[in-house]
Nanobody
């Protein structure tokens, strides 16, 4: 069992930045591929970014590529999502999760979800 706790969300103006953190319990964090998803009001949860266990490979949805950066610190059991140039359409609850399957962007290939952190971007 892995427990994940997200933090760092908040209210920010368009063009601003936030850094989300996802702290994981357990001793095997460095063996997990991790991902970030988000769910906007009235919409399905969608893939945002992912990073492999070593931190070498990162993946992004098209709408955030170039603005968001996913990273990890295995010594701190933490994965981060740096979000720059935020837009009102980035407003959502953001979740981290452990990727258990082979598909980086498929929701059902993830398990052990955190409780989420709210990001609100005002125009």
């Amino acid at each position: 069992q892995v427990q994940l706790v997200e933090s760092g969300g908040g209210l920010v103006q368009a063009g601003g930045s936030l850094r989300l953190s996802c702290a994981a319990s357990g001793r095997t964090f460095s063996s997990y591929n991790m991902g970030w998803f988000r769910r906007a009001p009235g919409k399905d949860r969608e893939f945002v970014a992912a990073i492999d266990r070593s931190g070498v490979s990162a993946y992004y949805r098209d709408s955030v590529r170039g603005r968001f950066t996913v990273s990890r610190d295995n010594a701190k059991n933490t994965v981060y999502l740096q979000m720059n140039s935020l837009k009102p359409e980035d407003t959502a609850a953001y979740y981290c999760a452990v990727r258990w399957g082979s598909s980086v962007m498929t929701l059902t290939d993830y398990k052990y979800w955190g409780q989420g952190t709210q990001v609100t971007v005002s125009s």
